[in-house]
């Protein structure tokens, strides 16, 4: 207790030239914004989105990476990988459930000379929690509502936590003080969440009248079931860097953490759509960099 591993994995390679990697142990989940470090990135917190989609960014699973080569200047990533689902963090693996995530990336093949370089890339995550109770609440009609859990047998909310992603960046070397940078990502889905917010809800373990234990889901009380929203945000960056010493950045953030609702209809802080826009710079220095 009080120490958390980050990270903590072996990478093996599979076929010649790395063209098949396996990788086995606690990282981050495959996608662009999650898998950008702090050190690289360019405001100091990842997307609302992000965080709410791929919470703790890492997770306990295995992951396999293909590169194939289809011609001299075209080679695109595939990952697909199996994980816990519950983070390695704030929460333990109590259930069968695994998490599908997959994502492939493509550079388009401009020449190395071309003062245009673009990727594009797209991903898919299915997973959830299991729903132990006969009933949970969903958005109907921009309301918040009862309803009966159709699922069935040991898979009940399977399904509950997806979504679809895509993504796209892109390098113009156009201005003669540096390159300028276009990114970002639109990410739509649902997600089991807790009844009064939309924080992520998990799985965890109780002890029964008798002694052992049993699944619940937190929060999962018959008063407040997990509460199923569909969720949508995006990103956008325009960063332009001036020489190699110093970079300027701009970001819009969208998340709306239910998109059954709108106006009126929203009366609590789990429910809203919040817009962020944010600035700032970084300045290199040497092998150091501030981000302000």
Not at 36 to 41: F, I, P, Q
Request: no cysteine.
């Amino acid at each position: 207790r009080g120490v958390v591993i980050k990270d903590a994995y072996a990478d093996f390679g599979l076929l010649p030239d790395n063209e098949l990697n396996i990788t086995v142990g606690a990282f981050n989940r495959p996608n662009y914004e999650v898998e950008l470090s702090s050190s690289n990135r360019e405001s100091t917190e990842r997307s609302q989105v992000t965080r709410a989609f791929y919470p703790e960014e890492r997770d306990l699973g295995l992951m396999f990476t293909y590169y194939p080569t289809l011609t001299e200047t075209f080679s695109p990533k595939l990952q697909v990988g199996l994980f816990n689902g519950a983070g390695i963090v704030s929460a333990s693996e109590t259930d069968a459930f695994k998490d599908l995530i997959a994502r492939l990336t493509v550079a388009l093949p401009f020449s190395s000379e071309s003062p245009i370089q673009m990727d594009l890339g797209a991903s898919f995550y299915s997973g959830g929690i299991p729903v132990t109770t006969d009933s949970l609440l969903e958005t109907v009609d921009g309301k918040t509502k009862l309803v009966f859990n159709e699922a069935t047998g040991d898979w009940r909310g399977w399904g509950n936590r997806s979504n679809f992603n895509v993504e796209g960046q892109l390098f113009l070397d156009i201005l003669p003080i540096g390159g300028t940078i276009i990114k970002g990502e639109v990410m739509t889905g649902s997600r089991p969440t807790a009844a009064v917010a939309a924080t992520a809800a998990s799985a965890g373990v109780t002890k029964g009248s008798d002694g052992k234990d049993s699944l619940r889901v937190l929060p999962g009380t018959a008063a407040k079931p997990v509460q199923v929203r569909n969720q949508m945000g995006y990103y956008g960056y325009l960063i332009q860097n001036i020489g190699s010493v110093a970079q300027l950045a701009l970001k819009y953030d969208s998340f709306d953490r239910n998109t059954g609702m709108e106006g009126a209809q929203v009366t609590a802080s789990g429910d809203l759509k919040v817009n962020v826009l944010g600035f700032g710079g970084s300045l290199f220095v040497g092998n150091m960099r501030f981000t302000a």
